[in-house]
T-cell receptor
Framework: IAGITQAPTSQILAAGRRMTLRCTQD?????MYWYRQDLGLGLRLIHY?????TTGKGEVPDGYSVSRANTDDFPLTLASAVPSQTSVYFC?????WGRGVNEQFFGPGTRLTVL | QKEVEQNSGPLSVPEGAIASLNCTYS??????FFWYRQYSGKSPELIMS????GDKEDGRFTAQLNKASQYVSLLIRDSQPSDSATYLC????????????FGTGTSLTVIP
């Protein structure tokens, strides 16, 4: 693995179903992020984690949950999917302890369609 | 009002010309900025970062930061068709120090 991987690449999901999007990084970055990208709205932060064991809410957290059991993995769960969660989801990571200003690097994305 | 604002375009320039992409930001955004390029169907990739007032050059790319005007720009010299993409401006939340605010992106087309 080099960088950030996401799975699945794409998924069609029935409304009401539970879904977990996976994200793994091998750069030993402390911080990880989940974004959704929608046409005309740009990238919006869903949840973030500054370090393993901690998580926080971003701009659009409702309907999503995350966990950070270790440095490498940051799964995003939709407990009961709704059509408005149809989007492209990007995971990102950065090496930014405290108030560092290091760049975020992105995974390839997951295209999710909720019917 | 979004914390980081960009003109969505589309912006079209002829091959070899200078493309100028602009971004403004609010007081909630700190003085560290990043430019990402995103090809259609792909993920954003970092092309430039700028932390200090003034210009920063990297090959054909120049980032400019004007803190007094809360304005950041990206100039692409000798534009190539391969530069055709959406360019995202991002700044860091002043309170958290590591959460990004992204603009909605400017679509650039370089015409051969």
């Amino acid at each position: 693995i080099a960088g950030i991987t996401q799975a699945p690449t794409s998924q069609i999901l029935a409304a009401g179903r539970r879904m977990t999007l996976r994200c793994t990084q091998d750069m030993r970055h402390n911080a990880m992020y989940w974004y959704r990208q929608d046409l005309g709205l740009g990238l919006r932060l869903i949840h973030y984690s500054n370090t393993a064991g901690t998580t926080g809410k971003g701009e659009v957290p409702d309907g999503y949950s995350v966990s950070r059991a270790n440095t490498d993995d940051f799964p995003l769960t939709l407990a009961s999917a709704v059509p408005s969660q149809t989007s492209v989801y990007f995971c990102a990571s950065s090496d930014s302890w405290g108030r560092g200003v290091n760049e975020q690097f992105f995974g390839p994305g997951t295209r999710l369609t909720v019917l | 009002q979004k914390e980081v604002e960009q003109n969505s375009g589309p912006l079209s320039v002829p091959e070899g010309a200078i493309a100028s992409l602009n971004c403004t930001y609010s007081d909630r955004v700190s003085q560290s900025f990043f430019w990402y390029r995103q090809y259609s169907g792909k993920s954003p990739e970092l092309i430039m970062s700028i932390y200090s007032n003034g210009d920063k050059e990297d090959g054909r790319f120049t980032a400019q930061l004007n803190k007094a005007s809360q304005y950041v720009s990206l100039l692409i010299r000798d534009s190539q068709p391969s530069d055709s993409a959406t360019y995202l401006c991002a700044g860091i939340d002043s309170n958290t120090g590591n959460q990004f605010y992204f603009g909605t992106g400017t679509s650039l087309t370089v015409i051969p």
